[in-house]
Structure formats: structure tokens, C-alpha cells
């Protein structure tokens, strides 16, 4: 008898990858990104600066306070958070359904609110990766070393920090950031895991 191969239907999947600022994910959300070929990275919405080596489109959509709060107001976005203070960052329902539409899983990087309000949305179609930093110490020296901040913008990444250390729990995986190696390991096959469920026969 002859059977059709079993082509597994494409099912819209999202992989969220969230810590604390510093902690080390967006280092692996760019390596994941290089192994699965089938994902691609939700591009948020920001109203904040762009850093020098930044795409606008790539790294992220730069838009005005104005008209951020314009796809506020039309329902555009999947979820937005004040980051920071005056500071906005927000998943586009358009940018998604895009990535979808291509048959992409997408992999988003985002904050643990964030993070958190997707997997309401989607439940079990949603993986959440926390990203834990070694300590809080390592996490603050990291933060400081990146260079990216001024002393007021650095005070307010560690206030949040130490915050977003307590959403642990709400994660459906935690990794450990010590060793990137062993981290981004861990993270591949955790997500290799949730997309191939080992099938249970009764
Ligand atoms: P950064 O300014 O360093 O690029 O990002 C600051 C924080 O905002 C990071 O924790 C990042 O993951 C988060 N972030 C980026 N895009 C979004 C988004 O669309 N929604 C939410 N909730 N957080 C985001």
C-alpha cells in the first residue's frame, strides 16, 4: 500500500525569548535565528533612539511617540509595553501574521510583561524561554559594560532588572546565562522539544 509521506501542516508557532535586560538573549535569539532556518524574528515597534549599527526595519520599526500612540489607538498591536519610562516597545499584529504567512515560526524577543501577555493570548502554541543571568551582580556589571547607557538610563535598566527577576516562575523554560555555549544548547533543544513532542501511544 502506498502512503503519502506525512508532511507535518504548518502550524503558527511563537517562540518567546525574554529576561532581564543584559541578561544575555538577544545574543542567542541571533544564533537561533542562524540554526533554524525555518524562524524569523518579530521586529518590534520602538519609540527609543537608534543605536549606531541599528536597521530600522531589522532590529527594530523606529516610530515617533505619536505614532506609536496612533497603532495604540487602531488596535495594531498584539501587545506594548512602557519599557522604560517615556520609552514604548510593541509587537505588531501585521509583523506576525507577515511572518505566518511566509510559514515562518516566529521568535520574538521581549520583555517578561510582554512575554507574559502573548502566552495569554496563545497558550500552549507559545513557548516562554527565560534567559536568568548568573547573578544580579553579573547582570548589573554586564548592563554597565554594554555601554549603551547613560547614568540615568542605566539606573532605571537595573531598577527594572531586578524586577523582571521575579517573572522566573512564569516561564515554561528557564536557562541559566553562565556559559553562552551551554546556554544556547540548552535553548535549542528545549525549543527542538516543544516543536517535536515525543508522542505518547496508550
Ligand atoms: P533594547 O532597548 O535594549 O533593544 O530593549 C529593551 C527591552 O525591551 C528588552 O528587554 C527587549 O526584549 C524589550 N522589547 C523589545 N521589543 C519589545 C516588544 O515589542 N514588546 C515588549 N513588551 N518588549 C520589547
Request: aromatic share 12%.
Amino acid at each position: 500500500m502506498g502512503h503519502a509521506p506525512a508532511v507535518k501542516p504548518f502550524e503558527k508557532k511563537l517562540i518567546v525569548i525574554t529576561s532581564p535586560s543584559g541578561a544575555g538573549k538577544t545574543s542567542i535569539v541571533k544564533k537561533l535565528l542562524q540554526h533554524f532556518r525555518n524562524f524569523a524574528f518579530s521586529v518590534s515597534a520602538t519609540t527609543r533612539d537608534m543605536r549606531s549599527g541599528e536597521v530600522d526595519g531589522k532590529d527594530y520599526y523606529f516610530v515617533s511617540p505619536s505614532a506609536f500612540q496612533q497603532k495604540v489607538a487602531a488596535g495594531e498591536f498584539l501587545e506594548y509595553e512602557e519599557v522604560y519610562e517615556g520609552v514604548m516597545y510593541g509587537t505588531l499584529k501585521s509583523e506576525v501574521e507577515r511572518l505566518w504567512a511566509q510559514r515562518k515560526t516566529v521568535i520574538f524577543d521581549i520583555d517578561i510583561k510582554g512575554a507574559a501577555n502573548i502566552k495569554q493570548q496563545f497558550g500552549s502554541d507559545c513557548f516562554i524561554i527565560f534567559v536568568k543571568p548568573p547573578s544580579k551582580d553579573v547582570l548589573f556589571e554586564r548592563l554597565k559594560a554594554r555601554n549603551t547607557e547613560n547614568p540615568k538610563t542605566l539606573k532605571m535598566r537595573l531598577k527594572r532588572a531586578e524586577e523582571e527577576l521575579k517573572f522566573e516562575s512564569k516561564a515554561d523554560y528557564v536557562v541559566l546565562n553562565k556559559d553562552f555555549d551551554t546556554a544556547y544548547m540548552r535553548t535549542k533543544n528545549a525549543i527542538i522539544r516543544f516543536l517535536n513532542p515525543v508522542p505518547v501511544y496508550h
